[in-house]
């Protein structure tokens, strides 16, 4: 009893008063520990037990999993199915815990074969996790194939698959199952709409956003972030203050994702006043995620010695700064050119607030060093680095050789960029950019030639406009939008505008 209520320490009295105590009494305590994750008494309890049964080893491996000792809790996994003592599916749940958390595809191919021969499939909790680590694992087909098995299909698991091909980008696969789905709920409907905002497709996020509202399903915390994400995204100011009205409107408390997600939104659209007024309104300011936000905005905004001010007050306010707020701190010292503080603030990272300095960390610095045309430095802290160089870093350098045209260096990044995503255009075309700006036509050619072997795109960059509460999306040429023609024929009537002012200034100069 005492277990079941999380009173540790007075089942643990009556436990050691006990004059029998028996395989019941064992598992009772041992299951107290192991919901409160209290993993090194827990396994203490069972290597004391004068006999165990399957719901022991089956409490450890759950307690080992959810605890993240994913290997101890595989370990233990094995050795009970050695064992002749039979299982049962809470048997797979740890060890199934262990195959989403960690996203071992070997592991889950192997528990999924274990799980079919020992008759489990059925079972929709077992089957229902094994899609969502196939899911995890990136392995959408294999998902899909057991998703199409399965005879009985509830919610979680639609909701598990459509989230799935939307985080690996497939959204045309992700909105047709939505489609089919018998039911949907808030989360179903935030599943979706994050996958658009993930993949860049924001406008498309906000169409499907009010199709949620038509439907009368009531949005939750997640629902309002990732729309407010997306009006940041495409900018569109009218969007983001109708989801500020709902929010007011219905009374909805926001969590510290909701607000941060408010003064992001307003900043990214050009409003910082009523990002730094939504921050100052907020009583309860002891997350680090609203501190970050704030700073990031300022310093989206040019303002980096305000970052710097608000990060002195958070300190002083006693919100522990995270890694998150060291990216966006420095970022900001880089944006405004405050490269002696930006480097203060990397140093202290590690001797005033006990957190090692990452590759995002190493990105930042190097581009705060590059900026500024301090490479002597700069590549003594890339060859010095406790860490490999990862895609960030690379992209830094590529895109601080570019500003100050150091082939060179430029040349070593956007090799070592195209080796870790031969598939992504940003290197080839950031390279491409660097030899048109020192008129190496020749090498420009042959950084095209070598996206076309590849076959390598550059993806299409879009412009956005927002009319009468609608967001367009406009490429360089388009030709497909189905407004093109009213589009070219005001063009033209502006540029006929320009070339009037134009004659009319140079008229105006001559007298």
């Known amino acids: 009893m005492y277990s079941s209520c999380g009173d540790l320490i007075g089942a643990r009295k009556v436990f050691d008063n006990m004059g029998v105590r028996n395989l019941y009494s064992f598992n009772n305590m041992l299951s107290g520990?192991?919901?409160?994750?209290?993993?090194?008494?827990?396994?203490?309890?069972?290597?004391?037990?004068?006999?165990?049964?399957?719901?022991?080893?089956?409490?450890?491996?759950?307690?080992?999993?959810?605890?993240?000792?994913?290997?101890?809790?595989?370990?233990?996994?094995?050795?009970?199915?050695?064992?002749?003592?039979?299982?049962?599916?809470?048997?797979?749940?740890?060890?199934?815990?262990?195959?989403?958390?960690?996203?071992?595809?070997?592991?889950?191919?192997?528990?999924?074969?274990?799980?079919?021969?020992?008759?489990f499939l059925s079972n929709l909790v077992i089957s229902s996790s094994v899609v969502d680590a196939y899911v995890k694992c990136g392995m959408m087909g294999e998902a899909r194939k057991l998703f199409d098995e399965m005879k009985v299909r509830d919610i979680i698991v639609w909701t598990t698959l459509v989230s799935g091909f939307a985080q690996w980008g497939d959204m045309e696969s992700a909105n047709d199952l939505f489609d089919k789905m018998p039911e949907k709920n808030p989360v179903s409907w935030t599943a979706l709409i994050s996958g658009y905002v993930r993949n860049?497709?924001?406008?498309?996020?906000?169409?499907?956003?009010?199709?949620?509202?038509?439907?009368?399903?009531?949005?939750?915390?997640?629902?309002?972030?990732?729309?407010?994400?997306?009006?940041?995204?495409?900018?569109?100011?009218?969007?983001?203050?109708?989801?500020?009205?709902?929010?007011?409107?219905?009374?909805?408390?926001?969590?510290?994702?909701?607000?941060?997600?408010?003064?992001?939104?307003?900043?990214?659209?050009?409003?910082?006043?009523?990002?730094?007024?939504?921050?100052?309104?907020?009583?309860?300011?002891?997350?680090?995620?609203?501190?970050?936000?704030?700073?990031?905005?300022?310093?989206?905004?040019?303002?980096?010695?305000e970052a710097m001010?608000?990060?002195?007050?958070?300190?002083?306010?006693?919100?522990?700064?995270?890694?998150?707020?060291?990216?966006?701190?420095?970022?900001?010292?880089?944006?405004?050119?405050?490269?002696?503080?930006?480097?203060?603030?990397?140093?202290?990272?590690?001797?005033?607030?006990?957190?090692?300095?990452?590759?995002?960390?190493?990105?930042?610095?190097?581009?705060?060093?590059?900026?500024?045309?301090?490479?002597?430095?700069?590549?003594?802290?890339?060859e010095n680095m406790p860490c490999n160089p990862d895609k960030r870093i690379w992209n830094a350098l590529l895109g601080v050789s570019r500003i100050h045209g150091n082939i060179e260096l430029g040349k070593k990044a956007a090799e070592q960029l195209i080796e870790l995503e031969p598939q992504s255009s940003a290197a080839y075309v950031l390279l491409s950019s660097i030899y048109g700006t020192l008129g190496k036509w020749e090498s420009v050619e042959k950084v095209r030639h070598l996206m076309s072997k590849r076959q390598v795109r550059k993806e299409v960059a879009l412009s956005w406009i927002e009319l009468e509460n609608k967001v367009h999306a406009f490429t360089v040429s388009d030709s497909l939008h189905p407004l093109k023609e009213a589009i070219y024929l005001a063009l033209d009537q502006l540029a006929d505008q320009m070339d009037e002012d134009v004659s009319l200034l140079e008229f105006e100069n001559r007298c």
């Open 200 to 305: 860049g497709m924001g406008d498309t996020a906000l169409e499907l956003f009010t199709r949620m509202m038509v439907s009368r399903v009531r949005p939750d915390q997640f629902t309002f972030s990732n729309c407010l994400c997306a009006c940041a995204s495409v900018a569109s100011l009218t969007h983001g203050k109708q989801i500020h009205a709902c929010l007011i409107r219905t009374n909805f408390m926001p969590n510290t994702i909701v607000i941060s997600s408010l003064i992001d939104m307003y900043s990214k659209c050009g409003n910082l006043k009523v990002s730094k007024l939504i921050f100052y309104l907020t009583s309860n300011k002891q997350d680090p995620v609203l501190w970050n936000t704030m700073i990031s905005a300022l310093a989206q905004h040019g303002h980096g010695e």
């Open 33 to 119: 520990y192991a919901k409160l994750g209290m993993v090194k008494p827990a396994r203490q309890l069972f290597d004391q037990m004068p006999e165990r049964d399957v719901v022991s080893w089956n409490t450890m491996v759950i307690a080992y999993a959810r605890s993240g000792f994913f290997e101890e809790a595989t370990k233990f996994y094995k050795e009970l199915r050695g064992l002749c003592i039979g299982y049962n599916e809470f048997s797979f749940a740890g060890v199934l815990t262990v195959c989403v958390k960690s996203r071992e595809l070997q592991l889950t191919r192997q528990v999924h074969n274990q799980v079919f021969v020992s008759g």
């Open 309 to 382: 001010k608000m990060f002195d007050d958070m300190v002083k306010q006693g919100v522990k700064p995270d890694r998150t707020t060291f990216v966006v701190i420095i970022n900001a010292c880089s944006h405004s050119g405050l490269v002696a503080e930006g480097l203060r603030y990397f140093k202290s990272m590690s001797s005033d607030h006990d957190i090692a300095p990452d590759q995002q960390h190493y990105a930042c610095l190097i581009d705060l060093l590059g900026r500024a045309g301090r490479f002597d430095m700069l590549m003594n802290h890339l």
